[in-house]
């Protein structure tokens, strides 16, 4: 005889565990199935150990959708203040970053724990260790064949997460289960993700591993300023996290290293006020020595030694060019072993945007970073994470 449920909720990610709770709390009987041997184990590693759990700054414009409209009825619904009201309640303390972020004073085993503790209040059964192998359709609802034993339920909620951080058991469960029931699924690929670089370029951050500025990085329309940060592989920091999300492979992106700062008119206004300065003198004001010396040789070698009065314009204006506007092509990213989240999912076209219900497959939910929704860095991927479970939980 087999346990039967109003739903399960395959994945205790961020999303699964949300909307276990909100289903329970509206009196739905409702078990979550873990293939990890614990529950939010992404939740526990994220924000360096803090959880950037949301952002106060949180509108649709911060998600990339094939369907730009279809997160803005999830947002609406469960709103960032909305979690924020449940972490107060919680007592959790909390504090606010650059650009509006959240996170946990303590650790953001704060956040899990308030979850699970809601979970276990509502009476939703949390079962981790769990493989599924089947899930098919039964009479009104399914049957899910797992190692536990066979279920059934009324709904199934897929809230499997996506590829990202592998080492962390991601598997591509969910896509497949999109796939079986006949759901197109968006190309895939890792996201807010440091990039790589090949031969001369390579060489040169890795001299620079460790250096942080702050930079402005553009690619096509969009462009993002935080902190760059220079590694063994290539540029990492929030701001080449953010552009990865739109970065195609094989295009150049272009670096602003003096963001706020016409590099052509600094260098001019220190030519006629100490002409007899070297360019790497006056840039060692505005960037970290090793780097100004690291684009001396990449730029300016065959200049270094002359005082700026001796420069030309052209030598000038290409060094301040590059300063404000240099354009590089990255190999690659660095996969999704660092990604903080996978680009594309299962396409939104075949989803409610109010109740994340599959349109063709009755009682069947996909939810969180499994769904063709990415946010930008910054606690919007935990957002949509709340509120993609909220939503659907009303709908159970």
Not at 51 to 62: E, R
Not at 118 to 130: D, F, M, N, Q, R
Not at 303 to 324: F, G, M, Q, T, Y
Not at 358 to 374: A, K, M
Request: hydrophobic share 40%; aromatic share 8%; net charge neutral.
């Amino acid at each position: 005889m087999s346990d039967h449920y109003d739903a399960i909720v395959v994945g205790g990610g961020a999303a699964g565990l949300m909307a276990a709770w909100q289903a329970g709390k509206r009196g739905r009987r409702v078990r979550v199935l873990e293939r990890s041997n614990k529950a939010g184990r992404k939740i526990l590693m994220s924000g360096g150990g803090r959880c950037n759990f949301t952002n106060l700054h949180v509108t649709a414009d911060n998600f990339l959708c094939h369907n730009p409209h279809f997160v803005k009825s999830a947002l609406k619904q469960y709103t960032a203040w909305d979690f924020i009201g449940s972490v107060i309640e919680h007592g959790v303390p909390y504090h606010e970053r650059n650009h509006g972020q959240l996170f946990c004073d303590n650790k953001a085993r704060d956040i899990l724990n308030f979850l699970l503790d809601e979970c276990a209040a509502c009476g939703a059964v949390i079962s981790t260790k769990c493989d599924i192998k089947t899930i098919r359709p039964h009479q009104s609802g399914y049957i899910l064949d797992t190692s536990l034993g066979q279920l059934t339920c009324n709904a199934v909620v897929i809230a499997t997460g996506g590829l990202s951080i592998p080492s962390m058991g991601t598997t591509p469960f969910g896509y497949e289960i999109a796939s079986q029931f006949g759901l197109p699924v968006s190309p895939l690929r890792a996201s807010l993700v440091p990039y790589t670089f090949s031969a001369q370029l390579k060489d040169m951050f890795a001299r620079l591993s460790g250096n942080a500025i702050n930079a402005a990085i553009h690619f096509g329309s969009t462009s993002f300023e935080e902190a760059l940060l220079f590694t063994h592989r290539g540029l990492s920091g929030p701001v080449v996290l953010q552009i990865s999300n739109y970065w195609q492979p094989g295009q150049a992106i272009t670096i602003d290293l003096l963001p706020g700062s016409n590099a052509g008119e600094l260098l001019e206004q220190a030519r006629i006020q100490s002409p007899r300065s070297l360019i790497r003198t006056v840039l060692a004001n505005h960037l970290p020595k090793n780097l100004v010396l690291e684009l001396e040789a990449l730029w300016w070698p065959d200049v270094k030694n002359k005082p700026l009065a001796e420069c030309s314009n052209l030598i000038l204006k290409e060094v301040s060019d590059n300063l404000n506007s240099w354009e590089i092509v990255p190999a690659g990213t660095e996969g999704y072993k660092t990604a903080e989240v996978t680009l594309g999912g299962v396409d939104t076209n075949s989803l409610s945007s109010r109740t994340m219900e599959c349109t063709t497959q009755p009682g069947l939910y996909f939810i969180g970073e499994v769904v063709d929704v990415t946010g930008h860095l910054g606690g919007f991927n935990f957002q949509w994470a709340w509120s993609s479970g909220y939503a659907c939980a009303q709908a159970l």
